[in-house]
């Protein structure tokens, strides 16, 4: 958890960890979900072919933790599956109840 003052560095530090994990290990093996907050600064991540999801918008991230809670029942036993990093730029946006009941979903899932 990085905390921090606004303007205090946080989505630059986040940015950076991205960027080095994503340079040396490949999609294959990892996986980001990026939750930006409304002033884009993980934008920029969305091109990394390791970038699953960057978005900010409250229906955009309910569909991708959908999609990735989806996604993980389907893996079938024994298959490899990269590492899944997930990514808030901004917790305030996880204060919207639909938002929280789809990451608790995800969360107490056995798939995973």
Same mark, same amino acid.
């Given at each position: 958890?990085?905390?921090?003052?606004?303007?205090?560095?946080? %989505?630059?530090?986040?940015?950076?960890? /991205?960027?080095?994990?994503?340079?040396?290990?490949?999609?294959?093996?990892?996986?980001?979900?990026?939750?930006?907050?409304?002033? @884009?600064?993980?934008?920029?991540?969305? @091109?990394?072919?390791?970038? *699953? #999801?960057?978005?900010?918008?409250?229906?955009?991230?309910? @569909? !991708?933790? /959908? =999609?990735?809670?989806? =996604?993980?029942?389907?893996?079938?036993?024994? !298959?490899?599956?990269?590492?899944? /990093?997930?990514?808030?730029?901004?917790?305030?946006?996880?204060?919207?109840? %639909?938002? *929280?009941?789809?990451?608790?979903?995800?969360?107490?899932?056995?798939? #995973?």
């Amino acid at each position: 958890m990085v905390i921090g003052p606004t303007g205090g560095g946080k %989505s630059t530090a986040l940015r950076t960890c /991205v960027m080095g994990l994503a340079t040396a290990i490949p999609p294959t093996d990892l996986q980001f979900v990026l939750f930006d907050s409304p002033e @884009e600064r993980l934008l920029p991540l969305q @091109e990394l072919p390791n970038a *699953r #999801y960057v978005t900010f918008a409250q229906k955009a991230m309910n @569909e !991708a933790l /959908v =999609e990735v809670a989806q =996604e993980f029942s389907r893996r079938p036993n024994g !298959a490899k599956w990269p590492a899944w /990093v997930f990514i808030i730029d901004d917790f305030t946006l996880f204060t919207n109840d %639909s938002i *929280r009941s789809e990451w608790r979903t995800l969360a107490s899932s056995n798939e #995973y």
